[in-house]
Each structure stands twice: as structure tokens, then as C-alpha cells.
T-cell receptor, first 113, second 114 residues
């Protein structure tokens, strides 16, 4: 079975500061890794994904995540956050060759001016 | 290109009643997955439909059932509602046979059971 642990339920940070949202997973088989963002009263939006290849993946709005197989981690980082990044962030895995997603419990990123 | 839509937006039901939630998949997508997101939790996989057949199910009782129609829209039915069924129900569509592994989520239906 697979599981995802997001170690921080809330991360408060000031605008323009760097941030890291932590994600660890557990699986005995190969998985694909995802970060989704959920703005208030909205559905989930895919932020970035790791399927294979380069272990560092980037999104169009400045976020990046690095797949670390030895540490079974997929932490999300941004060097300088904006107020508009305030949202709930979910890390998820899917087992190779399936579409079923297993989510963590989420991290609420709160950016203060 | 039309995104994933869900109806209704909000719903209030009484314990023991039945409810039907609806989802229209993104144009061209043949796979629909349903997730339950309880307050303060991550989404939990309920089941998935691919070309009108159930294609995987999570740890949910049989009173959670679904359908997928020829146009790939889908319904989630929940019988004998319980208080713990109160949650945001999310539908996601994808191209099942094209392994991009990208699922596109709708805005969800907020179900409250009293």
C-alpha cells in the first residue's frame, strides 16, 4: 500500500520569503508524484508532477520540487512567495500505470504582507 | 475547451436519505474519478470509471455507487446517508489510455448531512 505524509499542516511565511513544503511517501512499488494546489472554494489544480527523468521539476509560477528516491521525499519549494500563493497544497502519489491518486492531508500556506 | 463541471454546488440532506451528484468530464476525456474530501483532510479515492466500466475502487462501502454514461459524464450515488458522509465530493477527469497522469478536477459538490 502507498501513503503520503505532509509533515506541516500550516506554514506561515512573509511575502518574498522562501518556503519549503515537505512531503514524504511510502511505497513498495514505483510511483508517480504530484503537487496540487487548492484555492478557497475551488477544486484542485495540478501544480507539477514527476513521472521520470530529471528529478527536479518546475511549475510555471516559480514552484519547484525535487524527487529524492533514497529519502522517499518530494518537497515543494519556492524562493520568493507572493500573497497570491496563499492556498492549501496537497502532495499525491499514483502507482505506476494507474490513475488513482493517494493524497496527503495537505499543508496550508499562509503568506503575510 | 470546457473544463470539468459538477452539480449541484451545495446540497443538504438528512441522515438516511439518498443523494446523486453529477459530473461532466473535460472534453475528450474518457475517465472519471471520484474523491471524498472531509474537512481538513486530503481527498480520498472513491472509485474510477473508464469507458462506462468501474476501473478501481477505494475503501468505501457499497452504498457508494456510480455510473458513467456514453458521453463520459458520471454520477455518484450515495444511499443511506450518514453524518460522516458530509464532505466535499470532487470529480476528476483524465485520458485513461494516454498516460499523462494528469487529472483535471471540478470545483466539487459540498454535501452536508444533518
Amino acid at each position: 500500500a502507498q501513503s503520503v505524509t505532509q509533515l506541516d499542516s500550516q506554514v506561515p511565511v512573509f511575502e518574498e520569503a522562501p518556503v519549503e513544503l515537505r512531503c514524504n511517501y511510502s511505497s513498495s512499488v514505483s510511483v508517480y508524484l504530484f503537487w496540487y494546489v487548492q484555492y478557497p472554494n475551488q477544486g484542485l489544480q495540478l501544480l507539477l508532477k514527476y513521472l521520470s527523468g530529471s528529478t527536479l521539476v518546475e511549475s510555471i509560477n516559480g514552484f519547484e520540487a525535487e524527487f529524492n528516491k533514497s529519502q522517499t521525499s518530494f518537497h515543494l519549494r519556492k524562493p520568493s512567495v507572493h500573497i497570491s500563493d496563499t492556498a492549501e497544497y496537497f502532495c499525491a502519489v499514483s502507482v505506476y500505470n494507474t490513475d488513482k491518486l493517494i493524497f496527503g492531508t495537505g499543508t496550508r500556506l499562509q503568506v503575510f504582507p | 475547451e470546457t473544463g470539468v463541471t459538477q452539480s449541484p454546488t451545495h446540497l443538504i440532506k438528512t441522515r438516511g436519505q439518498q443523494v446523486t451528484l453529477r459530473c461532466s468530464s473535460q472534453s475528450g476525456h474518457n475517465t472519471v474519478s471520484w474523491y471524498q474530501q472531509a474537512l481538513g483532510q486530503g481527498p480520498q479515492f472513491i472509485f474510477q470509471y473508464y469507458r462506462e466500466e468501474e476501473n478501481g475502487r477505494g475503501n468505501f462501502p457499497p452504498r457508494f455507487s456510480g455510473l458513467q454514461f456514453p458521453n463520459y459524464s458520471s454520477e455518484l450515488n450515495v444511499n443511506a446517508l450518514e453524518l460522516d458522509d458530509s464532505a466535499l465530493y470532487l470529480c476528476a477527469s483524465s485520458l485513461g489510455q494516454v498516460k499523462s497522469y494528469e487529472q483535471y478536477f471540478g470545483p466539487g459538490t459540498r454535501l452536508t448531512v444533518t
